[in-house]
């Protein structure tokens, strides 16, 4: 059974779901984003109140931490829009939908957090309200902190001669660093 409540965490209105002895924290007054995933060892995300990017505009991008919805490509006008305004939230079986007020650009970004078997799951969405056509893809960002690892797993290996995974490079990547490891079913990071 999962169970959902109004909270304050790290200073952000939002909503605590706990399922199975892990809680998921998807904030309201900002994002949407889900700043915290606890577990025994408490929050495995990085909330960074005081990190910020400064747009060419002059505007002052927050990046608040944790796990947020972006859009690409990655162009200011679109990846960086605030996400500071309060987001609306529906309760949903299992779970909860929190949904931003359109931004500058036109978008609506929501994120539904649901228990899963063994976790949770997220569900993405951006939405064009602008009225003209935008060439956008969603893009998940997640920050843990440091001392942390993210285990990525991959998926079944295919059959036959054929590509069945890809891999993105940001051009800064080094695949030399050893905080990144490659194995045959996963990928892990640790955030040293």
């Known amino acids: 059974m999962t169970t959902v409540e109004r909270v304050t965490f790290e200073g952000y209105e939002g909503v605590r779901l706990e399922h199975e002895g892990v809680a998921v924290v998807v904030t309201t007054s900002v994002g949407p984003r889900i700043l915290g995933l606890i577990a025994e060892g408490g ?9 910020t990017l400064d747009r060419s505009d002059g505007v002052r991008f927050r990046l608040i931490g944790g796990h947020r919805l972006w859009a690409a490509p990655e162009i200011e006008e679109f ?7 309060p987001c609306a939230v529906t309760e949903l079986d299992g779970g909860v939908r929190v949904e931003a007020a359109v931004d500058a650009v036109g978008l609506v970004k929501a994120i539904e957090v649901r228990a899963a078997d063994g976790g949770w799951a997220v569900h993405h969405e951006v939405r064009n309200d602008s009225g003209a056509p935008l060439e956008i893809a969603p893009w998940a960002i997640t920050q843990v902190r440091m001392g942390g690892r ?19 490079l940001w051009p ?11 194995g045959r079913d996963e990928v892990v990071i640790e955030a040293v």
């Open 43 to 51: 929050n495995l995300l990085a909330v960074l109140p005081d990190a």
């Open 79 to 85: 990846t960086y829009q605030p996400d500071e305004a």
């Open 150 to 168: 993210a285990v990525l797993p991959l998926p079944p290996l295919g059959e036959g001669p054929q590509a069945d995974r890809s891999l993105v």
């Open 172 to 182: 800064y990547s080094d695949l030399r660093d050893s905080r990144l490891q490659f």
